[in-house]
């Protein structure tokens, strides 16, 4: 009997002993937990937000006279460029639309409007988050009027953060009448055609067009992504194993940045300014294969030397 006690009191401290254990290796996983998700909240809440979206100082200029009259210099068009983020090229395409004069002018009171981002959750947990305009109320707030597109244009934005990563978002104009863009969004959904219109809700976005190239050339960039990207799945590793431009596959695999890249690769154009293997939103943007044709939330001075001409 006594022996029959000695074996149960032993596997009782046995037992004891591995929930202790278990405790402690619970309460280290929770204390973990703990601090990387309060790193999560710094970095997303903190981190992320150090630089705001840009808006110039200073009172805007009159600019209805400069818009009003025949003809402008290289200087006008830099001027309106600093106050509206419309490029020459931009300027020149409203100003032959009727109402043109009101756009460019509401453009440049979007600019230099100092609206507050909303710090949005995209995924749980605060893991990828949004900054999105918004009024009082919590309602969407849209900034500037879109520019004209062309086919095969480019939208990017560093609006979305991961952890702190400002990696931003791109889409691919492939309906510049309608404004149409193709997009990958997130993980688990395919790729798939939405509004450029939505862009103008973002703190801040950039257009960008691919360099000396014809309508027909811009086209056929287009039909390209609209047969062979439009609902395919999303993949954060897009050509990152095998060939980046992943030659001989039936079904592409896409991100955001990597899909314009790949439309334009198919016609021998490699947007991706530092030529790794990972293309990203700063890549399309710091291409020397671009220009820009607008820019909102961001320093314009910067990139009049980048801004379409003609």
Known sequence: MRARKGLGEHMNALETKKSHRLLRVLAVAGVVLLLLTGLNFFCQTVWAHRHPAFHPEGEPVELAPLLEQGERSREDYDLIFSQTGLSQWAVEELLRKEDGVRTILAAQEAFFDPVEAECVTLLFGRFTCEDLLRDESGEPLYSAPLAPFRPGDILVSFSTHSVGWRHGHAGLV???????????????????????ERWRNYSNFMVLRVKDKTDEERQQVVDFALKRLNDVPYSLLSGVFGPKDQAGREEYKVQCAYLPWLAWQSAGVDLDGDGGKIVTVRDLAESGEVEVVQVYGMDPALLADRQVRG
């Open 174 to 196: 492939v309906d510049a009448g309608e404004g149409i863009t193709l997009e990958a969004v997130q993980l688990g959904v395919n790729t798939y055609r939405g509004w450029a």
